[in-house]
T-cell receptor
Framework: DGGITQSPKYLFRKEGQNVTLSCEQN?????MYWYRQDPGQGLRLIYY???????QKGDIAEGYSVSREKKESFPLTVTSAQKNPTAFYLC???????????FGPGTRLLVL | DAKTTQPPSMDCAEGRAANLPCNHS???????VYWYRQIHSQGPQYIIH???NNETNEMASLIITEDRKSSTLILPHATLRDTAVYYC???????????FGAGTTVTVRA
């Protein structure tokens, strides 16, 4: 089945620790995105990538980093600089930058 | 992006049609209307989108008024699994970002 997978479903971070969220897609999409959702709120864009080896900051990139070494993968690292990381993280992809975005199931990050 | 206005919540009877309204009075000529839904603790699911004409797919129908200032998403036969938050979004064709508002919480009751 074609789709977007995110792992893990739940992730716990200790103070001062970097953690990496995985996002993989087998839809052959060029563009990929990371959003953050806080309880009762809409989505906010963290980073996006239109093509392999290229990515741009979204509205709330501080404390996060990404890489795009392969077309199908767009991992997000939540660094220790992100002081309020507890949230629901959503990865999406689209055939091209302007096309419909499809979302993965999400990763819920909690701070211990 | 143009802003959208949706009712905060609505109830619907199982098996009946659910009509979800959305106002986007400041929409520009090349902005699309998109609908997504989000079931609790899951990622948003794409439903349908359109520019000017009405659209239909296996999930829903989208009716856009002639002046494009409002639209209605129609779920023809609501089921309990359609209970979710429904988001109406307007977006330029070349906009890389989706801007989700508060949406409409739809509860389908048996």
């Amino acid at each position: 089945d074609g789709g977007i997978t995110q792992s893990p479903k739940y992730l716990f971070r200790k103070e001062g620790q970097n953690v990496t969220l995985s996002c993989e897609q087998n839809l052959n999409h060029d563009a990929m995105y990371w959003y953050r959702q806080d309880p009762g709120q809409g989505l906010r864009l963290i980073y996006y990538s239109q093509i392999v080896n290229d990515f741009q900051k979204g509205d709330i990139a501080e404390g996060y980093s990404v890489s795009r070494e392969k077309k199908e993968s767009f991992p997000l690292t939540v660094t220790s600089a992100q002081k309020n990381p507890t949230a629901f993280y959503l990865c999406a992809s689209s055939a091209a930058n302007q096309e419909t975005q499809y979302f993965g199931p999400g990763t819920r990050l909690l701070v211990l | 992006d143009a802003k959208t206005t949706q009712p905060p919540s609505m109830d619907c009877a199982e098996g009946r049609a659910a009509n979800l309204p959305c106002n986007h009075s400041t929409i520009s000529g090349n902005e699309y209307v998109y609908w997504y839904r989000q079931i609790h603790s899951q990622g948003p699911q794409y439903i349908i989108h359109g520019l000017k004409n009405n659209e239909t797919n296996e999930m829903a129908s989208l009716i856009i008024t002639e002046d494009r200032k409002s639209s209605t998403l129609i779920l023809p036969h609501a089921t309990l699994r359609d209970t979710a938050v429904y988001y109406c979004i307007v977006r330029y064709a070349n906009d890389y970002k989706l801007s989700f508002g508060a949406g409409t919480t739809v509860t389908v009751r048996a």
